[in-house]
Structure formats: structure tokens, C-alpha cells
């Protein structure tokens, strides 16, 4: 339409899609920015720092490494403590023991000493054999018996005194009374109730019984050479 009652008409200058959508992000971007600025802002103005919680964080991380390595580090120490502590314990241990064996050998050793100062020598006399210090005792083992005696040759000792040892032990069993022979009669060798010495000579071993078995007696026998009938006999002492 032309003329007076023709509408107005404004002509723009045309504006191409892309720089209208580079002035959106770029409109996005400012927008982002001033937020962002806003936020760190409200956080300082709160008394929050994320560069210095960073920074606390990290030197708390470096702590912690330092007191792990050092909690490790005396771990290792006392683990070696303990067993430095536990082979003193034992070489300790071990000194006591032995000077327990010392002790009991050095007063064995005592009484021996004592008991041959008071041997005599009967000159002109026939040698004889004596039984001293014979002992019966239950072992550390249940049902096993330790014994032991010393054996001498008075007089001349003009030979070595040769025979062998019996030993009767006498038990109840059950409420019955029974006789066990050391050594039994199938022991063929029995080397260690033979006897050779020209002085003395110490004999110790052991024997077991059965369980509930008690020990009554026992009875050592002195045979010389090949005889049968015992030149001497003694009781023990039980203890």
C-alpha cells in the first residue's frame, strides 16, 4: 500500500547467524567468569582458601609419610629388641643350667673327695669291697627310676677287682608284691653292671615299671668273677 495510510516500514542492517551465536558464548563466557569470581570471592569472604587447604592438605600428607616411616622404623627396632632379648633370655637360660651342673658336680666331687680321705689303708690285710652311697630316686620320666653307688677296694689292692652287679628291685603292683632282676635274665650283654677297678668305680642307670607300680626296695648284689653267690649285698636308699 502507498500513500498517507501506508504502515511504517524500518529497514535494519542484516546480521549474519554466526556472530549473533559468537555474541551469545561470548555474553555465556562473562557470565561464567563474573560467577566464578563471585563464588572464590564468597568463599574467601567465608575464610575458605582452596590454594591454602591445598597447601595444609600437602603438609599434612608429608607428616603423615614421616610418622609412618618412623612408627616402621621402630617397629623394626623393637622386633630386633625383643629378639636380642629372647637369645639372652635363653643364653641365660643356659648359663643357669649349667651352673646348676657345675654346682651339683663340684659338691658330688666334695663328697667323693671327703669320702676317700677317710679310707685308711689296712696294710697287710686282704683287699674287700665296699658299697657306699647307694641311692634310688624317681626320674623326671613317670615310672622311671634313676640309681646310682660307689663301689671301692680296701685293703692291699694288690689286683684290679673283677664280677659283675645284680640288682633286685622289689614292687607292688595291684596290691600284689612282685620282684623285678636287673639285669633280666634274656640280657645277653649287660655291659653296665660289669665291674673292673682297682680303686673305685661309679655305677648310675636307670630302670622303668609300669604305670601305678610302686617301688618298695631294691637290692644290690656284688658277684665276683663268674660266682653265683654274692660276695656282698645292700639296700638302697629311696628317695
Known sequence: MFGISAPRV????AIP???RWLAFIALVAVVMMFSRTAYDFGRK???????????ELLRLTTANAKYEQDVAQLSGNLAQLERQMQIERATYEDLIKQMRSLTEENARLKEDLAFFQTLMPS???EGGVAVNRFM???DALPGEFRYRLLLTQTGQRSKDFQGRLQFVVNLQQDGKKTVMTLPADDDKDARGFKLNFRFYQRVEGTFRVT???VVKGMQVRVLEGDGKEPRLTQQ???S
Open 211 to 213: 604305670p601305678g607300680t
Open 136 to 138: 634310688v630316686q624317681n
Open 236 to 238: 638302697a636308699n629311696l
Open 10 to 13: 524500518t529497514v535494519h542492517t
Open 123 to 125: 696294710g697287710g690285710k
Open 17 to 19: 547467524w554466526y556472530w
Open 45 to 55: 569472604f567465608a575464610g575458605y582458601d582452596q590454594s591454602e587447604a591445598d597447601h
